[in-house]
T-cell receptor
Framework: GQQLNQSPQSMFIQEGEDVSMNCTSS?????WLWYKQDPGEGPVLLIA?????ELTSNGRLTAQFGITRKDSFLNISASIPSDVGIYFC???????????FGSGTKLNVKP | GAVVSQHPSRVICKSGTSVKIECRSL??????MFWYRQFPKKSLMLMAT?????????EQGVEKDKFLINHASLTLSTLTVTSAHPEDSSFYIC?????????????FGPGTRLTVT
C-alpha cells in the first residue's frame, strides 16, 4: 500500500513548548487528515484538510495542506501533559475510497 | 453521535483456532467500513475495505482466505481470523464511514487486541 513518511518519529518536550510534525508522500493527495491515538484505543480525528494551501486550526492545533499536495504539517502550540500520545497523518488520493496512514509521531510532554 | 464499537476488546486464542471480531456503528449507518492492523509502536496498516452487501476489497499482501470479512448489514462488519497463528497477534481496528457522509469522515472503533498462543 501507499507509504507516508512522517517525522519526527518521537519528541520529548517541556510543557508550554510548541511542537511541529510533518508528513510527505510520493503521491498527490486530495485530503489530509491528522489523528491522535491514545494507548489501547482507536485514533481520534483532530483536523481534516481538503484544499491545497489550506490552513486550519482546532484550538491549539494548526495544520496545513501543502501547496504541492504531497505534504502536510501539524503544529501544537503551548503543549500540555494531555497532549501526550501518538499523532498520525493520513492521506487520500483522488478517486480512491481509502486512507493511508503515516508512521506516527510519539509525543511526550514533561510537566 | 458517530460511535463505533468493537467486540471483543481483547481475545486470547490458541494457535489453529478461528476468531471473529465485530465492528458496529451504533448510531449511524455505514455502507463502508475499513479494517486496519496495527503492530506495537507502528502505524495503522489498511487490510481491507468492507462494503455492505458486496465482497470486501483487500490490500495487496493481505490473504482474503485468512482474514474473512463479512458486511451483512449497514451497521455491522465482521473480521474472522481463520486458523490463527502467533504472528497474527496484533491490534485490529475498524473504522466506519457514514452512508452519504463526507469521504474523510471515518470513525474509529476502540480496537481489538488479539493474542494467539
Amino acid at each position: 500500500g501507499q507509504q507516508l513518511n512522517q517525522s519526527p518519529q518521537s519528541m520529548f518536550i517541556q510543557e508550554g513548548e510548541d511542537v511541529s510534525m510533518n508528513c510527505t508522500s510520493s503521491s498527490i493527495f486530495n485530503t489530509w487528515l491528522w489523528y491522535k491515538q491514545d494507548p489501547g484505543e482507536g485514533p481520534v480525528l483532530l483536523i481534516a484538510l481538503y484544499k491545497a494551501g489550506e490552513l486550519t486550526s482546532n484550538g491549539r492545533l494548526t495544520a496545513q495542506f501543502g501547496i504541492t499536495r504531497k505534504d502536510s504539517f501539524l503544529n501544537i502550540s503551548a503543549s500540555i501533559p494531555s497532549d501526550v500520545g501518538i499523532y498520525f497523518c493520513a492521506g487520500q488520493e483522488f478517486g480512491f475510497n481509502k486512507f493511508y496512514f503515516g508512521s506516527g509521531t510519539k509525543l511526550n510532554v514533561k510537566p | 453521535g458517530a460511535v463505533v464499537s468493537q467486540h471483543p476488546s481483547r481475545v486470547i486464542c490458541k494457535s489453529g483456532t478461528s476468531v471473529k471480531i465485530e465492528c458496529r456503528s451504533l448510531d449511524f449507518q455505514a455502507t463502508t467500513m475499513f479494517w486496519y492492523r496495527q503492530f506495537p509502536k507502528k502505524s495503522l496498516m489498511l487490510m481491507a475495505t468492507s462494503n455492505e452487501g458486496s465482497k470486501a476489497t483487500y490490500e495487496q499482501g493481505v490473504e482474503k482466505d485468512k482474514f474473512l470479512i463479512n458486511h451483512a448489514s449497514l451497521t455491522l462488519s465482521t473480521l474472522t481470523v481463520t486458523s490463527a497463528h502467533p504472528e497474527d497477534s496484533s491490534f485490529y481496528i475498524c473504522s466506519a464511514r457514514a452512508t452519504g457522509g463526507l469521504s474523510y469522515e471515518q470513525y474509529f472503533g476502540p480496537g481489538t487486541r488479539l493474542t494467539v498462543t
